[in-house]
């Protein structure tokens, strides 16, 4: 008795046109709505913001479907473009913050 290996799984694979499909659907399953900012909340990320001096930060934002989080000291504030460039090289949109406070 010989052993199909590799073959009894070309059936899954027979169109690669929907492979594209597939894959667009499984990485929906995993998205999360975009989370609301209060009032207070939007303050916070403010004050931390205008008053920052080189302390460690952590940062939430939404970005794709997804909450990340970052834990990283920020290494410019575009206000031209509203984006922080972080020391790892991550940017981050204003509109994509979340959440911000300091890393104890």
Same mark, same amino acid.
């Given at each position: ?15 690669p046109e929907h492979d594209p499909a597939i894959r667009g659907t499984m990485g929906e399953r995993y998205k999360v709505p975009?989370?609301? /900012? +209060?009032?207070? =909340? ?5 004050? /931390?913001?205008? !008053?920052?001096?080189? =302390?460690?930060?952590? /940062? =939430?934002?939404?970005? !794709?479907?997804?909450?990340? !989080? &970052? ?18 090289? &991550?940017?981050? +949109? ?11």
């Amino acid at each position: 008795m010989s052993d199909r290996g590799m073959k009894k799984w070309n059936a899954y694979k027979s169109l690669p046109e929907h492979d594209p499909a597939i894959r667009g659907t499984m990485g929906e399953r995993y998205k999360v709505p975009r989370p609301t /900012i +209060s009032n207070e =909340e939007a303050e916070i990320i403010n004050e /931390i913001l205008v !008053n920052y001096h080189g =302390e460690l930060l952590d /940062i =939430e934002y939404y970005r !794709n479907g997804e909450l990340n !989080n &970052v834990t990283d000291t920020i290494k410019k504030i575009d206000t031209y473009s509203r984006k922080l460039l972080l020391t790892s090289g &991550v940017r981050i +949109s204003l509109n994509e913050l979340t959440g911000l406070k300091h890393n104890k």
